[in-house]
C-alpha cells in the first residue's frame, strides 16, 4: 500500500523517553511548526465514581484548571492566557485524559501548570461551586434534547445497577452531593503513576521531555487503588423502549454487547463495522436509509470497546412517520450482515478505505499524541503502527462472515426512542 | 497565467490564477504525504433566490449524485477506495468541497471535481429522495431544538432585509418546494472555473499542483465572466428589538445579544481586528469580561461568552451570550451584559488584556500550521469572501497594530443598546 511508508516510518520515530525515577513517555520529535502537544491519560474515570455520586470524574476534570498550587482561579487562567497554553481535562467512562498544547517557547510555564493542574489543584470553594452550576446547567440544558436522552434511556437500561448505567456526567440529584471531600478521595484513589500513560509529539527532544516528565509526574503516588468493575452484557437485548416528546422526528439509539479492543476479532469487528454503518458514503446503513429512501440525514453504527462492557451501537433520526420503517431497514441489514457476511466488492472497499485513511488520524501533532496514548492504553504496542494496516489486508471474507456472525449474533438489539414514532 | 509568491512566518503560500479565471491556492506541508484538496465556490446560502431558500445547500448534496462520465456513486467509491475521506459543506457565502487522499491520488481527485464542476446530471429519482433527507436534517437541527429555533428568528430580526437572515438550509416550506430545475439553474449559474478557488494544502509543490491542476481544470472553458452576488444592501438598524421563545422543552434559559457589525471585507481599516480583539478580551476561557463579572464577581451567570463572524463578504454579526443562574432573570442578566460594554465605551480596555487577546490570537496562526485543513479552510473561506491573500499573511501583523483606543471605539460604534436585538430563552410553563 501507498502509505506503508508513512505509517513505518512514524513507527520507528517513536522513541521511549524515561525520566530519573521511571515514569516513561512515548515522543514524537519534530520541529516543523514550533509546538508541542501532550496527552495523558489514567485508568478509572466515570465507571469509577461512588455509586451513588454520578459525575464525581467529570467534576474533579473540571477543576482541575480552576486554581492550583500558588494561583487561584483568576491568577491561574491569567498565567495560561498569557503564555497562550491550553490545557484541559476530562473523563470518559473508563480514563481520566489531560491535555496540553503550548508554544515550544513557552514550555517551561506550560509543563509547570499542567504539573500544578495534576498534582495541586486548591478546589477552592469558589470554583467549586461554580463549575457545578455550569455542570448542573448542562445537564439542563440536554434534559430535553432527543439524542441525549435516548443515549441517556439505553445506558440506564443497558447497564442498570453496573457503573456504566450511571450518567457520566451525573444527575441533577447527584451533582447538588459531591463534596470537595469526594473530589478529594477520587483523586486520591485514581491518580498514580501505575495506570499512567503519557504521549508527546512536537519540538522537544528525548532528555528535555525525560527533565520535565520527572518534574510534572513524579509526585504521583506509585499505586492507584481502582474499585474492581464488573464485566457487563447490556440487559433488555431484543426489547424496545419508547420515550415520549412531542417532536417531529424519533432519535433512535440501538446497540448490543460487542468485543473487547484486546479481543483478536477486533480489527475484523472493526472492518465489519464500517460495511455496517462506520462508513460515511459507503456504509449499507447509509445506502439503505438515506440514500435510496431519503429516511434520514444522518445514520451510523460504531463500536465502543469500553473496558468492561464492550458494544456495538447506532443510531438514527427520521421522521415519526417512518420510524418504525426505519428501525426496520437497520434490524435487517443487521440481520443480513450476520447471516450472510458481507460480499467480496465491499469488504475490499472497506478494507482499502481502513487502510489507506490510517495516516490521516495523525495528521495533528494532537491527534498524533492522542493515538499514541490510546495505543499505550490498550496495550498495542510501539511498533502497532507498522503492523496494523497488515491486520486489515488479511481479513478474509470467511473471518467477515464468522466475525459479523459472533458480533451481531442472531440480530437483536436494544433500542430506545425518542419522539412520537409510529407504528411501534 | 499569473504567479504572486507569498512569504511569511508560516509556510510559503503559492497563488495562481489558471487562464480560465480559475484561482489556485497550494499551502504545503510535507509532514505527512497527505493533501487536502478543496474548491470553493463563491455563492451559499445568502446567494439563494427569493423563494427558493436553501437551493446552495440542496445542491450541495446533489453534487455526490455523479455524471455522464462518472455515474452516481463513482466519486465517492473511489475515494473510499483510496482511503480517503471526503464531505462538502455550505456557508452563508461559499459551498466547499473537499477530499483528503494519500499525495499521489491528487490527480484522480482533481479529474473527479473538474468533472463535476460542469458535468452534474440529475433525475428525479434521485433529486426526490435527497429533498427527504434535507427534510430530516433540517428536522434534525432545528424544528427538535428549541434554541436553534430562537436562533432562525433572531438572525431574521437582525437581517430584516438581507439575506444573511435566512437559514443556510432554508425555510421547510421552501424546501419542500424546490426541484431538479431549481438545482440545475443554480448550479449553471454559479459552477464555473471563473467562481472556483482551488486549495490544494499538504505534501506538494506549487509546479505539481499548477501542471495538475492545468491538466483537469484547465480544460474547462472558461464562461466569460463571474457570476454577480445580487444582495440588497441591510438598512442601519434604528430599533432595539427582543424576540422570545418560549418551549415547554426549555430546562435552561439563556439569553444572546447581537448586533450587525463590519466583516474583513466591509470593514474600514482596523475595524475587524479590533473587533476580534474585542471579543477576546470579552470571551476568552477563564479570563473573558463576561466570564469575570457576570460568572464569577456578580454570580448571577453559570456561563457566558461571545461570537464575531468576521469571515464573510457583507455585514456580518457579533454575539453574546448568557445562562442565567436558576434564580436570576433575563431581564437582569441582559442589563449585566450591557454594564459590561458600557464600562468598555467609557474606560476603556486594560494593557495587560490587550496584551493576552493579541498572544492568545497570534498564537492560534502557530497552532494552525498545525494541521493542514485548518489552513486549507482558513485561506479558502478569506478569498471566497473576498480577502486577498495578504490579508490572510499579514493578519497577525494587523492584530498586533489595534490599539486598547481602536477597542474602545469599535465598542461604541457597532455594540450600541439602541439596534440591540436581544434573543430569551425560556422554559414555556403554561403547556
Known sequence: ?424 | MTTEPHSHKGPDIAHVTLHNGLEIVVIPDHRTPVVTHMVWYRNGSADDPVGKSGIAHFLEHLMFKGTDKHPQGEFSDVVTALGGQENAFTSYDYTAYFQRVSREHLKTMMEFEADRMTGLVLSDDVVNPERDVVIEERRMRTDTDPSAQLGESLASTLFTHHPYGKPIIGFMHEIEGLNREDALAYYRRFYTPENAILVVAGDVTETEVVRLAEDTYGRIPARGQKPERQRPREPDARAARRVVLADPKVEQPSVQLAWVVPSYKTAEKGEAEALEILVQILSAHGTGRLHRKLVMDQKIAVAAGAWYQSTAVDRSRLMLYALPHPDGTLEALEEAIENVLTDIVQHGVEDHELRRAKTRLIADTVYAQDSQSSLARMYGSALATGSSLKDVTDWPDAIDAVTADDVKQVTQKWLNRRHVVSGYLLKDEAA
Open chain 1, 1 to 424: 500500500m501507498n502509505d506503508a511508508s508513512t505509517t513505518a516510518s512514524l513507527a520507528s520515530r517513536i522513541q521511549l523517553v524515561r525520566s530519573s525515577s521511571g515514569i516513561e513517555a512515548w515522543l514524537i520529535e519534530d520541529y516543523t511548526v514550533p509546538l508541542i502537544a501532550m496527552e495523558m491519560a489514567m485508568l478509572g474515570g466515570s465507571s469509577q465514581d461512588p455509586a451513588t455520586k454520578p459525575g464525581t470524574a467529570t467534576f474533579l476534570a473540571g477543576l482541575l484548571d480552576e486554581g492550583a498550587g500558588p494561583y487561584d482561579s483568576t491568577a491561574f487562567h491569567d498565567r495560561l492566557d498569557d503564555y497562550a497554553i491550553e490545557l484541559g481535562f476530562s473523563a470518559s467512562r473508563d480514563q481520566i485524559s489531560g491535555q496540553l498544547r503550548t508554544l515550544a517557547r513557552h514550555r517551561d510555564e506550560a509543563f509547570d501548570m499542567f504539573r500544578l493542574a495534576l498534582n495541586e489543584s486548591r478546589l477552592d470553594e469558589e470554583p467549586i461551586e461554580r463549575v457545578r452550576a455550569q455542570l448542573t446547567a448542562s445537564l439542563r440544558h440536554e434534559a430535553n434534547d432527543p439524542d441525549a436522552m435516548a443515549n441517556r434511556e439505553w445506558f440506564a437500561t443497558a447497564f442498570a445497577g453496573h457503573p456504566y448505567g450511571r450518567p457520566s456526567k451525573g444527575t441533577l440529584e447527584s451533582l447538588p452531593t459531591i463534596t470537595r471531600d469526594d473530589l478529594i478521595a477520587y483523586r486520591t484513589k485514581i491518580f498514580a503513576r501505575e495506570t499512567l500513560k503519557i504521549s508527546v509529539v512536537g519540538a522537544i527532544d528525548a532528555t528535555t521531555l525525560a527533565n520535565e516528565l520527572e518534574r510534572v509526574f513524579g509526585a504521583l503516588p506509585a499505586k492507584a487503588s481502582l474499585s474492581e468493575i464488573p464485566m457487563a452484557k447490556p440487559h433488555a437485548v431484543g426489547t424496545r423502549k419508547i420515550i415520549d416528546l412531542d417532536i417531529p422526528q424519533s432519535s433512535i439509539r440501538f446497540g448490543a454487547a460487542g468485543l473487547l479492543q484486546s479481543d483478536p476479532d477486533f480489527v475484523t469487528a472493526s472492518v465489519v463495522n464500517h460495511i455496517l454503518g462506520g462508513g460515511v458514503f459507503s456504509s449499507r446503513l447509509f445506502r439503505e436509509v438515506r440514500e435510496k429512501r431519503g429516511l434520514a440525514y444522518s445514520v451510523s453504527s460504531q463500536l465502543a470497546a469500553f473496558d468492561h462492557g464492550p458494544l456495538h451501537m447506532g443510531g438514527t433520526s427520521t421522521k415519526n412517520e417512518r420510524a418504525a420503517e426505519s428501525l426496520s431497514i437497520i434490524e435487517s441489514e443487521i440481520a443480513s450482515l450476520a447471516s450472510d457476511g458481507p460480499n467480496d466488492e465491499e469488504l475490499d472497499i472497506a478494507k482499502k478505505y481502513l487502510i489507506g485513511s490510517y495516516p490521516l488520524r495523525f495528521d495533528t501533532s494532537t491527534k498524533l499524541a492522542g493515538q499514541l496514548t490510546h495505543m499505550q492504553v490498550e496495550n498495542l504496542g510501539r511498533d502497532y503502527m507498522d503492523r496494523r494496516n497488515g491486520l486489515v489486508s488479511a481479513v478474509t471474507r470467511d473471518d467477515a462472515a464468522r466475525v459479523a456472525k459472533r458480533l451481531y449474533g442472531d440480530g437483536k438489539l436494544f433500542v430506545t426512542v425518542v419522539g412520537r414514532p409510529e407504528g411501534m
